[in-house]
């Protein structure tokens, strides 16, 4: 069975900084493309962060430069680094498997199985306010 089981989601104050964790069960981790996508509330699915085994990386636009991904393949894990947070980045963030790019306007969970992905996460999630 796959799992994909993100942790590190918490409230902090605006300026801080987080790291979230991805841990993934029963896929070829090192063989894969990983994402982090996020959906703050009454808002669309977003893809924020993409990297695959070779560690080449992709961010959205507007996050580049304050958010980092990186990934373990020797612990399964995908991670997202994210700092100088402010309340816009206040979202339920989702690790996913061979990420898709394209643009949507509906939920993540609506997301993934539109677009053939066949595995993700619950997500964490993550509140920033003073």
């Known amino acids: 069975e796959v799992q994909l089981v993100e942790s590190g989601g918490r409230s902090v104050q605006p300026g801080g900084s987080l790291r979230l964790s991805c841990t993934a069960s029963?896929?070829?981790?090192?063989?894969?493309?990983m994402g982090w996508y996020r959906q703050a509330p009454g808002s669309h699915c977003e893809l924020v962060s993409t990297?695959?085994?070779?560690?080449?990386?992709h961010y959205a636009e507007s996050l580049e430069g304050r958010f980092f991904i990186s990934r373990d393949n020797g612990k399964n894990t995908v991670y997202l680094q994210m700092n100088n947070l402010n309340p816009g980045d206040s979202a339920v963030y989702y690790c996913?498997?061979?990420?898709?790019?394209?643009?949507?306007?509906?939920?993540?969970?609506?997301?993934?199985?539109?677009?053939?992905?066949?595995?993700w996460g619950k997500g964490t999630l993550v509140t920033i306010s003073a």
């Open positions: 990297i695959n085994p070779d560690n080449s990386t």
């Open positions: 996913a498997a061979d990420p898709r790019y394209a643009d949507f306007a509906g939920t993540c969970d609506e997301y993934f199985p539109y677009y053939g992905m066949h595995y």
């Open positions: 029963g896929i070829r981790f090192d063989e894969i493309d």
